[in-house]
């Protein structure tokens, strides 16, 4: 498939974001914020046997931030925490389909440390050295 269709994904969710907003009584939470260019989020997760039930977010920020934010909170709905845990920026890239290439690196993983962090909190452990990197 062509680079459009997938790029015009991004904006779709960008436009319709079906996981925006607050999730109340969330078990685990985390705000994260791009200083380089102003994208914010605060992402709302809610944990029950090892698995994510359920994902939300909050946030500003440009196309790639909040459309990759609402694409990879459907993603990990139903997952396991471990896997969420171990997931990277291959499998982000592999998730949403484009390589938003160095200067928009940053913007692109947002929700995804957010979401790790915030994981990682929960379970009382470290935060990891690949999602320090993120």
Do not use: W
Not at 27 to 41: K, P, Q, T, W
Not at 49 to 67: L, T
Not at 83 to 111: V, Y
């Amino acid at each position: 498939m062509p680079l459009d269709i997938y790029a015009e994904e991004l904006i779709n969710n960008y436009e319709h974001p079906d996981s925006k907003g607050k999730l109340e009584n969330s078990d685990a939470s985390m705000h994260e914020e791009n200083i380089s260019c102003g994208d914010v989020i605060t992402v709302y997760l809610k944990i029950s046997e090892g698995k994510i039930e359920d994902a939300k977010f909050e946030g500003n920020g440009c196309i790639i931030s909040m459309g990759v934010a609402n694409m990879l909170m459907d993603y990990i709905k139903g997952k396991k925490v471990s896997e969420i845990e171990a997931f990277g920026i291959p499998e982000l890239f592999n998730l949403i389909k484009i390589d938003p290439g160095p200067a928009r690196l940053h913007c692109a993983t947002l929700s995804l440390r957010a979401v790790k962090k915030a994981l990682f909190q929960y379970e009382h452990k470290p935060v990891d050295a690949s999602t320090k990197e993120l």
